[in-house]
């Protein structure tokens, strides 16, 4: 079975590893000169930033990602951060995450312990938000501020954008996988990992090779046109999101093209700092609810320390981004770090924002359709298409197992 992959992100390299290890024969093609897309290390000044993510796999060791990079056979190490994250309040206090509770009053404590169990049980069936679900019972500002700090951080969301359903699927797996972890090596120790997995089983990767189209026959994908080349496939896979690949072929099912042009991604900007001491001090995430516009940020070198040159700390902050005003976003994201860590000395190393077709999710999580499209054998994989409940690659991985379970690939 030849097996054709569109876009070497993470997405489409898990499904590669996946398909490989099961006999397919796999070729992926990738438009960019590098592979490992929003997930692979941007080398800087003695640093490993990144193209797009903050290092971290959001259940660590324990979680899908973690779990399929073992089924691969992928030799990743990720250190599970520790603390797995820790909450600044208003008057700077620093709190571990799990004692966010102790802040409400007894009365509030016993009300979230028993509409948390109930709704995770009964999830809303109504689109309610994130907010107005939490405002629905609890009128807390600190609880608001909090769900934004998250939702921001992990999403890139505000929490009135996330449907309370999905929110809910992601408590659930926070119980079940636990907080997140550093790949040691950083996000390319994860891509290179599964490309040479591919490779060594004999699949191709090509890099600089566009996917102009899919030639779709009898409603089957047949071939896919790279560079002027025509390649056959019985089967295509692609990493590029629904509304993206719908563009490579015409499709005649109108109310597939409606849902999935109206589906937004999210949007960020990724502040990456250089220090000489410590701005954090451990390896988890500080989630800022008081900051005007920055929702989180962490600190790698603590796990990871060859993520900087010897001596050095890399930083990086995330903000969701609130308006389209992306100078006085990036300020504000700025002014933020001054109020954090003040008389703390450090350097900005980079500034990256993200939307458009380079966003930091492809689908806004609570917005994907499903890993099918109206063509029987074309699936997509990727953050435009995650499993539910699943935060960023952990959402990936979901989305790639659901398709493997589709064409019957353990
Ligand atoms: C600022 C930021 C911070 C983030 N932080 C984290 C984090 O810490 N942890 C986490 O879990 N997630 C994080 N994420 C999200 C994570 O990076 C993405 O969810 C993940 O990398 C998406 O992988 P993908 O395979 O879906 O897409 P991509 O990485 O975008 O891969 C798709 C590939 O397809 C290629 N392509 C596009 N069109 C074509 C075509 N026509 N032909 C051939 N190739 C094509 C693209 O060039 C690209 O390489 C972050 C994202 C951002 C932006």
Redesign the pocket.
Known sequence: MKAVI????????LAGAKLTKAGYDVEI????PF?????TNLPYKGFKLST???????HGSRGPLAQMLKEVGANVTIIDSNPIAVIRKENNEIIAFHDFRNELSLTKQVKLGTVLSYSRKFKPRSEISFRDWVLKYFDDEFLFKLADSFCGWAL?LKAKDVPAREMLEIIDNMYLYKGSGIPLGG?SAVTDALSGIIRSNDGRIHTQ????RIIIDNDMAKRVI?NKKTIDADIVIS??GHF?TSR?YESEDLEYSDKISNVKPSK???ICLSSDEQLIGHSGVFFTPYAQRINGINEVTNADPSLAPPGKHLVMS?QTLISDDLEAEINLGLLDLQQLFPGKEYDVLLI?S?SNG?????ASSGNDNGNRTPVENLYI????AKGKGG??????ALGVRNVMAEIGVS
């Open positions: 569109i876009g070497a992100g993470l997405g489409g390299l093609f990738e438009r960019l592979i490992g897309g929003r997930f797009g993510a903050l290092h971290m796999i959001p890139s996000c090779s566009n996917v102009e790279v990493d590029i993206e490579l960020g900007i990724k995330h990256q993200y380079w966003p930091v999710n492809r994989v990727g953050d435009g935060i960023e690659v952990e959402g990936v």
